[in-house]
């Protein structure tokens, strides 16, 4: 019963190197997105999908880059790490949106960049 | 455009007391209404959620919420609070106006204290 799998859970980073957060959910959901929670700030959408092939910007999403290559998962790029860039990272999923449809989350990858 | 209004970023309650977390949204039409709840170093775990069925909804772990569309609110309740429901609560709400999906509350920390 996976649902929502991320990789890696923790993760430090020097400033200016990439990585990639991954993502994939088994439930054939069509609908992804990635969040970022920081301290007193809720969950701000960085990219989300509405399908294989599909992706668009949310409220936050200049150092990042996302692709869906497959309905399964969707992966997070960080393209050159910032200290401003630490924070814990969340990817969703649900079936489609609208009509009330439960979002589910994965457990989180905390990112640290120094 | 839809947003979220969590009074109060830390609530602290005895054991056995009422727990009260309140939610404010703005919305242009019905929304749909969510509460998530977030344990320690965890994911985001749906709680209860609002699709218009029934005013008064009822979730996981003793939680229950109204709607009340003349006040914008839908608070979240607990008749008597134990020490497991420490966490972090988020309310969050979608109204179908875009791709983005649900819009979130900064969070309300609920503290139990023994």
């Known amino acids: 019963n996976a649902g929502v799998t991320q990789t890696p859970k923790f993760q430090v980073l020097k400033t200016g190197q990439s990585m990639t957060l991954q993502c994939a959910q088994d439930?054939?959901?069509?609908?992804m997105s990635w969040y970022r929670q920081d301290p007193g700030m809720g969950l701000r959408l960085i990219h989300y999908?509405?399908?294989?092939?599909?992706?668009d910007q949310g409220e936050v999403p200049n150092g990042y880059n996302v692709s869906r290559s497959t309905t399964e998962d969707f992966p997070l790029r960080l393209l050159s790490a910032a200290p401003s860039q630490t924070s814990v990272y969340f990817c969703?999923?649900?079936?489609?949106?609208?009509?009330?449809?439960?979002?589910?989350f994965g457990e989180g990858s905390w990112l640290t960049v120094v | 455009a839809q947003s979220v209004t969590q009074l109060g970023s830390h609530v602290s309650v005895s054991e056995g007391a009422l727990v009260l977390l309140r939610c404010n949204y703005s919305?242009?039409?019905?929304?749909?209404l969510f509460w998530y709840v977030q344990y320690p170093n965890q994911g985001l775990q749906l709680l209860l959620k609002?699709?218009?069925?029934?005013?008064l909804v009822k979730g996981i772990n003793g939680f229950e919420a109204e709607f009340k569309k003349s006040e914008t609110s839908f608070h979240l309740t607990k008749p008597s609070a134990h020490m497991s429901d420490a966490a972090e609560y988020f309310c969050?709400?979608?109204?179908?106006?875009?791709?983005?999906?649900?819009?979130f509350g900064k969070g309300t920390h609920l503290i139990i204290q023994p």
């Open positions: 969703a999923s649900t079936l489609a949106l609208f009509g009330g449809n439960t979002i589910y």
């Open positions: 439930m054939n959901h069509e609908y």
């Open positions: 999908s509405v399908g294989a092939g599909i992706t």
């Open positions: 919305s242009s039409v019905p929304p749909y």
């Open positions: 609002y699709t218009s069925a029934a005013t």
């Open positions: 969050a709400v979608d109204d179908g106006g875009g791709a983005d999906g649900l819009t």
